[in-house]
């Protein structure tokens, strides 16, 4: 299975490359390269910067740039040689193996996405894409509809439920103030 990290985005509410901001002394992306090595080595991250050029994985440049989440995931199957492929974002520090492994267990091969989803929201950037979306992707980009859950919504996609006391493993950090309430609320997460 090919995993893809995207790592785009302008950043501009954490005010630096939001992969590389620490957290307990290690970049983002490499608690998510940590989460990942168990189910698969096959990584590749998706990127226009040189920052992540330390990490010994393929990086990718956006094939059509400023066209979002939707862009990256364009751009990780296009790359990708595998038909399921596991998207993920780099601003996840807190995702587990186990949710990940959870993810590839349920995902249902007749869907074109799985994804989670909570009781408030759905997480479209920790997911499996199939490759066969490529087309689709491609058309919606050129129609500028970057919207990720209408995307979803309008392909083959399955909504894995996640319990309540999980929720905080999906936590996309944002901003500084994201970053500041993580790491002041670690001791209660663990």
């Known amino acids: 299975m090919q995993v893809s990290i995207l790592c785009g985005g302008k950043s501009s509410r954490m005010q630096s490359e939001k992969g590389l901001v620490l957290y307990q002394n290690k970049p983002f992306i490499e608690h998510i390269i940590e ?13 226009n910067t040189n920052d992540y050029d330390y990490l010994f994985y393929r990086k990718i440049k956006d094939i059509v740039i400023d066209k979002g989440p939707l862009g990256g995931i364009y751009t990780a199957l296009v790359h990708s040689e595998t038909e399921l492929n596991l998207i993920l974002s780099c601003d996840i520090p807190l995702i587990s193996t186990e949710i990940l492994l959870e993810l590839v267990e349920k995902h249902g091969t007749n869907f074109d996405v799985s994804v989670f989803k909570d009781s408030d929201r759905i997480h479209p950037l920790i997911g499996i894409y199939a490759k066969s979306l490529i087309p689709v992707l ?53």
């Open 138 to 190: 491609k058309k919606a980009i050129d129609a500028n509809a970057l919207k990720m859950m209408r995307f979803i919504l309008n392909v083959k996609h399955q909504l894995i439920p996640i319990p309540n006391a999980k929720r905080h493993m999906f936590k996309n950090i944002n901003s500084v103030a994201e970053l500041n309430e993580l790491n002041t609320n670690l001791s209660q997460l663990k």
């Open 35 to 47: 989460a990942v090595l168990p189910i698969s080595s096959n990584i590749q991250l998706v990127t």
